[in-house]
């Protein structure tokens, strides 16, 4: 089974703070993404990497950045967390596309609040 | 760039059959996914659609045209345990490497 890690369910962190959030996978997937998803609005991509170093941003990257320096793993930081920034976030990825079904593994997300 | 509009809420009783609609708006679409969503779950993917027709899965189908930028998901024989969101997501973008979610629909059903 394709297993998505996100290494904190809940985290809580005060304005300004910096924040990490880690996600790995153990299927050796090309593609990896961080959503977020809030009530209402769905989940909105962040940040996707297709590749080792390589990202690129997605519809709402403000206020964020990523990091992927090995295949596996793929980091979303706020670099200075503010309070419109707590939701829950969602990692997920997916093979190479030219193989895929279309089918994204998700992680169980990390709920994020920021006060 | 992109939209995806479907429903918010559908309700339906134990039994029947219900469709969920979707319309995109994209740019260098490849793909119409669809993905269900417990409360306090991630989401777990359904289909997935890359040309026009039908995609029947046991009691979920989904439909796809290109043309009319349309899609939907098909439930049928619906079950308590059915009641979720559900979300369509477009793959898009100008290497395909990007998938795109709606708002979702909550699905309610009813005995």
């Known amino acids: 089974d394709v297993k998505v890690t996100q290494s904190s369910r809940y985290l809580v962190k005060r304005t300004g703070e910096k924040v990490f959030l880690e996600c790995v996978q153990d299927?050796?997937?090309?593609?990896m993404f961080w959503y977020r998803q809030d009530p209402g609005l769905g989940l909105r991509l962040i940040y996707f990497?297709?590749?080792?170093?390589?990202?690129e941003k997605g519809d709402i990257p403000e206020g964020y950045s990523v990091s992927r320096e090995k295949k596996e793993r793929f980091s979303l930081i706020l670099e200075s967390a503010s309070t419109n920034q707590t939701s829950m976030y969602l990692c997920?990825?997916?093979?190479?596309?030219?193989?895929?079904?279309?089918?994204?593994?998700f992680g169980e997300g990390s709920r994020l609040t920021v006060l | 760039g992109q939209s995806l509009e479907q429903p918010s809420e559908v309700t339906a009783v134990e039994g029947a059959i219900v469709q969920i609609n979707c319309t995109y708006q994209t740019s260098g679409f490849y793909g119409l996914s669809w993905y269900q969503q417990h409360d306090g779950g991630a989401p777990t993917f359904l289909s997935y659609n890359a040309l026009d027709g039908l995609e029947e899965t046991g009691r979920f189908s989904s439909f796809l045209s290109r043309s009319d930028s349309y899609g939907y998901l098909l439930l049928q024989e619906l079950q308590m345990k059915d009641s979720a969101s559900y979300f369509c997501a477009v793959r898009e973008g100008e290497y395909g490497n990007k998938l795109v979610f709606g708002a979702g629909t909550i699905l309610r059903v009813k005995s």
């Open positions: 997920a990825s997916t093979l190479f596309w030219a193989e895929n079904t279309g089918e994204l593994f």
């Open positions: 990497s297709y590749d080792v170093k390589m990202k």
């Open positions: 299927m050796d997937h090309e593609n």
